[in-house]
């Protein structure tokens, strides 16, 4: 085990006290965090979504910001706005919430697609414009945002747009009883999420964002991946299939995936391992395929069937 995959291990393990029994779910996130991308996590209510990323900022020491979506949050409520100071008669920029290293969207389906698209730039490409400045987020910078499944009222879906910025769509889903037990005997006295401990800080999370980048991945592979996002394009139950970006989500975070398991090249298991999470938020499903029970993760698992793995 290199010193990399063993801080990466670590900084899981410390977010484990917390979360109990959900090690993929766990690993999925943070392999996002490391790939440079963007989290969304969809599951039910108290499932530990929220905790999962409060755990995960206090075992890297890093700031951390929770934005309540609702449908009165403005755009300047998430970016920030511009003030005029009288003191020096001058105007400032006073920065909103999204600057910070790691931001949890609570609910964002519930903000109107005005305040959702808030998000769009710093997403993309780590900055916010406000009155014709930029200015840079910091760094490292990662979204985590959640949204209830089944609860539409008073929700605003995620536009196409919105949802191709996320590199993985991330499902927690219940424990088993077992580990329902264990969250109750931990919780007995205080909350585990007191014992979290800085494992990590800063510095080593950009280092480690640049080794996710220096991973080898084969031509070969390269052309396995393409075939898998073109081949969505081409599925009968698929109305709009998965544009470059998905290909390109499928790619780093099989290098996430090869660098925590210890390797500085990737297998086409580890692209098998991302292809649901990665793919499956921007593939738009025909309405009579989804009557008959059909989904998109059901469509990424019909796609790594049909295409030829590569030897």
Same mark, same amino acid.
């Given at each position: ?16 006290? $917390?979360?109990? +029994? ?12 490391? %790939?440079? *991308? ?9 499932? *530990? ?30 970016? +920030?706005?511009?003030?005029? @100071? ?9 920065? *909103? ?9 609570? @609910? ?16 993309? @490409? ?5 009155? +014709? ?23 605003? /879906? ?10 993985? &769509?991330? !499902?927690? *889903? ?23 401990? /800085? $494992? ?9 964002? !640049?080794?996710?980048?220096? $991973? ?14 073109? %081949? ?19 790619? &780093? ?8 398991? +210890?390797?500085?090249? $990737? ?45």
């Amino acid at each position: 085990m290199t010193e990399t995959d063993a801080n990466i291990n670590t900084l899981i393990a410390e977010i484990e006290k $917390v979360i109990v +029994g959900k090690r993929e779910a766990v690993e999925l996130v943070v392999i996002g965090l490391l %790939c440079r *991308g963007h989290i969304l996590i969809e599951d039910m209510p108290g499932l *530990g979504k929220t905790m999962l990323a409060r755990a995960l900022a206090k075992a890297i020491a890093c700031d951390f910001r929770r934005i309540q979506f609702t449908p009165d949050l403005l755009p300047a409520d998430v970016t +920030g706005t511009t003030i005029y @100071e009288k003191v020096n008669g001058k105007f400032s920029f006073r920065p *909103g919430p999204i600057f910070a290293n790691i931001v949890l969207a609570d @609910e964002i389906n519930r903000a109107t697609p005005k305040s959702q698209s808030a998000l769009l730039e710093s997403m993309e @490409e780590f900055q916010v414009t406000a009155d +014709g400045t930029t200015h840079p987020l910091p760094q490292p910078f990662f979204v985590i945002a959640t949204e209830n499944p089944i609860e539409y009222e008073g929700t605003y /879906p995620l536009p196409e747009a919105q949802l191709d910025r996320f590199l993985m &769509r991330v !499902q927690i *889903g219940y424990p088993t009883p077992d580990d329902e037990v264990t969250i109750l005997q931990r919780q007995v006295i205080e909350h585990p999420i007191e014992h979290v401990e /800085p $494992v990590l800080n800063t510095g080593q999370i950009i280092a480690i964002q !640049q080794a996710v980048r220096r $991973v080898h991945l084969d031509a070969s592979l390269q052309r396995y991946i393409v075939e898998i996002t073109n %081949c969505s394009r081409d599925h009968a139950a698929v109305a709009l299939g998965a544009s470059p970006r998905g290909s390109l989500a499928i790619m &780093r975070c099989s290098q996430g995936v090869a660098l925590l398991n +210890g390797r500085n090249y $990737v297998e086409p298991d580890d692209i098998k391992r991302v292809a649901e999470a990665a793919l499956s938020h921007r593939l738009t499903i025909k309405p009579d395929y989804r009557m008959r029970g059909g989904n998109a993760p059901k469509v990424v698992h019909e796609l790594l069937r049909s295409v030829a793995v590569p030897v």
